[in-house]
Nanobody
Framework: QLQLVESGGGLVQPGGSLRLSCAVSGITLDYYAIGWFRQAPGKEREGVSCISSDGTTYYADSVKGRFTISRDNAKNTVYLQMNSLKPEDTAVYYC????????????????WGQGTQVAVSS
């Protein structure tokens, strides 16, 4: 029954903002880590951000200061607020999860959403 559904992607101009949502069903977020990943055309998938089971957050160097990950346990939803978007941020964004405990983030994830397209272009 575990399911992740991303939403909020779209086309935005450089410098604009988007908020991605990852709605999670079938689990309680308190016991899971959630990661955001992205894959641009012709490039390998890369980690963007994660939030651990205790709420500790981590960011890739390329998005630090621009992206913010957050979690609403009551709604079972994780968000990725993306500000000051650049063309290099264009990619399909995925959320993923695995059962986890602690302040760190795991390296691998078992469950993945279908992705949402983010395009940053003038």
């Amino acid at each position: 029954q575990l399911q992740l559904v991303e939403s909020g992607g779209g086309l935005v101009q450089p410098g604009g903002s988007l908020r991605l949502s990852c709605a999670v069903s079938g689990i309680t977020l308190d016991y899971y880590a959630i990661g955001w990943f992205r894959q641009a055309p012709g490039k390998e998938r890369e980690g963007v951000s994660c939030i651990s089971s205790d709420g500790t957050t981590y960011y890739a160097d390329s998005v630090k200061g621009r992206f913010t990950i957050s979690r609403d346990n009551a709604k079972n939803t994780v968000y990725l607020q993306m500000n000051s978007l650049k063309p290099e941020d264009t990619a399909v964004y995925y959320c993923a999860t695995r059962q986890w405990y602690g302040s760190s983030c795991p390296r691998g994830y078992r469950y993945w959403g279908q992705g949402t397209q983010v395009a940053v272009s003038s």
